[in-house]
């Protein structure tokens, strides 16, 4: 079936440096966006979300953009914190479904 | 005030024995769901569960069983152990279709199963 994917398995940043997480998705239905982030030992996180409507959203520090022309997905983190060190998803949702399918996560690592 | 909970949070058993997992929410959601985490971090939908009706993904063993007795609660039941059921499980919930905007899912902790 569809699924969602990340570019980067892995991505370190320098502690202060913007970071960029990338998604690509397959399913031109999705109405839905949403990032998660899931740091050691603990479940998901809702960070933020974005709906196909829509191509940029913003947040306390975080920016999620959506092109849908060429199905991507990303995530930008300004003035990276050692705090924001995690696993992060992307999961989209089919139109009239209310089942997310999650990406297969990057892991950010800020130096300090 | 834990949204979605979940136990026990460790469980370490032997192949072949039967084992459940507890989720509970307080958010007053609709729909609940249980997820499993291999060990690369993937997270795949195992069951969903919206107002009494179960949606049962097809990859899933009949060994995994959801019971749900009541709105708040989603159990999962697995029958006969497998080392390959070794994970992390967790549980999420989410307002399901109703309100329209927001389809954010809240995960509870997790619960690693390991099988020896």
Redesign the interface.
Same mark, same amino acid.
């Given at each position: 079936g569809e699924s969602v994917g990340l570019h980067l398995p892995t991505l370190s940043v320098q502690e202060g440096d913007n970071s960029i997480i990338n998604c690509a998705y397959s399913n031109s239905a999705s109405d839905y966006f949403i990032w998660y982030k899931q740091e050691s030992g603990k479940g998901p996180q809702f960070i933020i979300d974005i709906r196909s409507n829509m191509d940029k959203r913003q947040g306390q520090r975080v920016t999620v953009l959506l092109n849908k022309t060429v199905k991507h997905l990303s995530l930008q983190i300004a003035a990276t914190q050692p705090g924001d060190s995690a696993v992060y998803f992307c999961a989209e949702r089919g139109a009239g479904s209310y089942q997310l399918t999650f990406g297969k996560g990057t892991k950010l690592s800020v130096i300090p | 005030d834990t949204a979605?909970s979940q136990t026990p949070k460790y469980l370490v058993t032997q192949m072949g024995n039967d084992k459940s997992i507890k989720c509970e929410q307080n958010l007053g959601h609709d +729909?609940m769901?249980w997820y499993k985490q291999d060990s690369?971090?993937?997270?795949?939908?195992m069951f $969903?569960y919206?107002n009494k009706e179960l949606?049962i993904n097809e990859t899933v063993p009949n060994r995994f069983s959801p019971k749900s007795p009541d709105k708040a609660h989603l159990n999962l039941h697995i029958n006969s152990l497998e080392l390959g059921d070794s994970a992390v499980y967790?549980c999420?919930s $989410?307002r #399901? +279709?109703s309100g329209g905007a927001?389809?954010?899912?809240?995960? #509870?902790?997790?619960t690693r199963l390991t099988v020896t």
């Open positions: - | 979605v +729909t769901y690369k971090k993937f997270l795949k939908i $969903s919206n949606i967790f999420a $989410s #399901g +279709t927001r389809y954010e899912q809240y995960f #509870g902790p997790g």
